[in-house]
T-cell receptor
Framework: DAKTTQPTSMDCAEGRAANLPCNHSTISGNEYVYWYRQIHSQGPQYIIHGLKNNETNEMASLIITEDRKSSTLILPHATLRDTAVYYCIVRVPYNTDKLIFGTGTRLQVFP | GAVVSQHPSRVICKSGTSVKIECRSLDFQATTMFWYRQFPKQSLMLMATSNEGSKATYEQGVEKDKFLINHASLTLSTLTVTSAHPEDSSFYIC???????????FGSGTQLSVL
């Protein structure tokens, strides 16, 4: 079973920030939080990952709560091309254990 | 840039034929590759875990004689759908993990349509 739960769908206006939540209450101490997104008929695309500190890159920001039981992916200025399914996953980097996907959040960005 | 190459991106075949899908890690050695299947509007479903030089580990309900996986080198894994039937039509995706790659990249996927 997947270790994360996410809302099924969300809407966001173009140009506004999209905040996608994820619950991972059973996360282990050595597991990182990873975010991927999947645009229709493509493979998942890596977005960002982190352990406990907030992270930011050119695509997004990742906010992880102090107890690490939940996190939020922030797309600061959503565009129509950000419409996709976003998956939150927990895993140990470099680990070869199988990776189970949850249902993800379908983000729809509208004009 | 893409570090996992999957080929072909789309294949249409007749019922009863076999189809081979390749997954290559381009700039790192992938000790482990994962194969997923995805039906429309559903999440990725793990089919099997492939370790270089050993037999693949299949998830419950996945027929190992139908979905043959070979991981003969550290940069190549193949999935062969044998005697394909229309119900095997799906989107197949691979991903690769290695000791020096912490991000776990995915291939672009293969859309299989069995007529």
């Amino acid at each position: 079973d997947a270790k994360t739960t996410q809302p099924t769908s969300m809407d966001c206006a173009e140009g506004r920030a999209a905040n996608l939540p994820c619950n991972h209450s059973t996360i282990s101490g050595n597991e990182y939080v990873y975010w991927y997104r999947q645009i229709h008929s493509q493979g998942p695309q890596y977005i960002i990952h982190g352990l406990k500190n907030n992270e930011t890159n050119e695509m997004a920001s990742l906010i992880i709560t102090e107890d690490r039981k939940s996190s939020t992916l922030i797309l600061p200025h959503a565009t129509l091309r950000d419409t996709a399914v976003y998956y939150c996953i927990v895993r140990v980097p470099y680990n070869t254990d199988k990776l189970i996907f949850g249902t993800g959040t379908r983000l729809q960005v509208f004009p | 840039g893409a570090v996992v190459s999957q080929h072909p991106s789309r294949v249409i075949c007749k019922s009863g034929t076999s189809v081979k899908i390749e997954c290559r890690s381009l700039d790192f050695q992938a000790t482990t590759m994962f194969w997923y299947r995805q039906f429309p509007k559903q999440s990725l479903m793990l089919m099997a875990t492939s370790n270089e030089g050993s037999k693949a580990t299949y998830e419950q309900g996945v027929e190992k004689d139908k979905f043959l996986i070979n991981h003969a080198s550290l940069t190549l894994s193949t999935l062969t759908v044998t005697s394909a039937h229309p119900e095997d039509s799906s989107f197949y995706i691979c991903s690769a993990s290695g000791q020096v790659n912490e991000k776990l990249f995915f291939g672009s996927g293969t859309q299989l349509s069995v007529l």
